[in-house]
């Protein structure tokens, strides 16, 4: 239900991009520079561009720590929120509106590796998980 509401969140509002020149610059190479979006700004809105995606992601990075998908393995820990982060900005590109960018693939990893790691550091180890094994 979380990875739900991430999504909703990234891809709205809900409005395919079609034009193939937009597209196209969507998924330019400098998108995947961390902060080249932001370079230059130092207003309290970049501040909040930045905070957004890793206070989205923290808690998903907490709940997996204490209910993973898998014990081990690629979806093991943390990884599936990282596999999320890049399913939901990947396709914010063909979004109307929304667009691309590396830095909020880092944030959000990050976000939840330090969520994972906050929540199994605060002596809290895994109940079960999602998928068995």
Same mark, same amino acid.
């Given at each position: ?27 330019? &190479?400098? $998108?995947?520079? *961390? /902060?080249? %979006? ?6 309290? =809105?970049? +501040?909040? #561009?930045? !905070? ?16 993973? &998908?898998? $014990?081990?393995? *690629? /979806?093991? %820990? ?6 999320? =982060?890049? +399913?939901? #900005?990947? !396709? ?38 999602? !998928?068995?094994?």
């Amino acid at each position: 239900a979380y990875a739900l509401l991430i999504a909703f969140w990234a891809w709205r509002p809900f409005m395919l991009e079609t034009d193939p020149a937009t597209l196209h610059q969507q998924f330019a &190479l400098d $998108r995947l520079i *961390p /902060l080249h %979006g932001l370079a230059g700004r130092s207003d309290p =809105a970049s +501040v909040a #561009e930045i !905070l957004k995606p890793f206070f989205l992601f923290f808690p998903l990075g907490g709940l997996l720590a204490v209910w993973p &998908l898998h $014990r081990r393995g *690629p /979806l093991g %820990g943390w990884l599936p929120a990282l596999y999320l =982060a890049i +399913v939901t #900005e990947s !396709l914010q590109g063909f979004v109307s509106g929304r667009f691309f960018d590396g830095t909020d693939l880092v944030v959000q990893g990050a976000a939840a590796a330090i969520g994972w790691a906050v929540v199994r550091q605060a002596g809290y180890q895994p109940h079960g998980s999602l !998928l068995g094994g």
